[in-house]
């Protein structure tokens, strides 16, 4: 038996099609289509006109358990592509441009590759349209699934309109941490602190668009600050109580490329 990896197999269905149904895709292949479909917004990659996902409540949940791919995925819903629903499936399959392509059942997520020696073949012309007929109909009997987060492009766009100049690196940094075991908060936290941002307006921030909380935000500057990694400074104020500007610990990270302090960050916090 051949295998691909989910990113390969991803890139395989999606690629020189207009209609893609996936049938019970497994975990890693769902954040796979979700990532492919991320990279049409700077242009690396071309994707079909609609992309429907339909698997079960289970598989979307762990799909999703990852904010940063449940970010994008809602991006994706809301932009148009893509659609997620959920139901019993009792078969793996593609239905590209009408014609089925099936699939076999797909080996464990930690196994890292995906079982395919017969994807890629198309079953004969009737059979294909009675397949493509009956999970369109499934399809339309699904429930409609949207994690329930904020779209990626609705983080980072109403970050720079609070601190333009830190949008991109924020960007950058949520690019880097995907697929890693690193917090979202933690990484903004971060970026907060190289950036000089009062940790009470990120907080505000944080709940302002469903990200996160203050509490949550107050616990990543704690642990960064146990790390060594960020500091405070107090700023004066002249009635209430005092204000903490983040800021990085060691300036020597202030020079480093976003996902290079990423990359630091994960090495300061394993160590």
Request: with cysteine; glycine share 6%; hydrophobic share 45%.
């Amino acid at each position: 038996m051949t295998t691909r990896s989910p990113s390969t197999l991803a890139g395989e269905t999606l690629a020189d099609a207009d209609d893609v149904l996936l049938v019970a895709p497994r975990p890693a292949l769902v954040r796979a289509v979700v990532d492919r479909l991320r990279e049409r917004y700077d242009g690396t990659a071309a994707v079909p006109d609609r992309v429907r996902l339909l698997c079960s409540p289970e598989v979307a949940e762990d799909a999703f358990r990852d904010f940063l791919v449940a970010a994008t995925a809602v991006e994706a819903i809301e932009s148009g592509p893509l659609a997620v629903r959920t139901a019993t499936v009792d078969a793996s399959l593609s239905v590209v441009d009408g014609t089925v392509q099936p699939r076999f059942r797909l080996p464990p997520d930690d196994d890292g590759v995906i079982g395919g020696s017969v994807h890629g073949a198309e079953a004969d012309g009737a059979v294909s349209a009675a397949l493509a007929e009956t999970y369109d109909r499934r399809w339309e009997r699904a429930d409609e699934r949207v994690p329930d987060v904020p779209a990626h492009e609705t983080l980072v766009e109403s970050f720079a309109d609070r601190w333009p100049e830190a949008a991109p690196e924020l960007d950058d940094a949520f690019d880097a941490a995907r697929g890693t075991d690193r917090s979202p908060v933690t990484v903004c936290t971060l970026v907060a602190a190289r950036n000089r941002i009062l940790t009470m307006r990120l907080g505000e921030w944080a709940e302002e668009v469903d990200f996160s909380s203050r509490t949550e935000i107050a616990r990543a500057k704690s642990r960064l600050v146990d790390a060594g990694v960020v500091d405070t400074e107090r700023e004066p104020v002249g009635v209430g109580r005092p204000r903490h500007r983040l800021v990085l610990a060691d300036e020597a990270f202030a020079g480093l490329a976003p996902a290079t302090l990423v990359e630091r960050l994960d090495e300061t916090l394993e160590a």
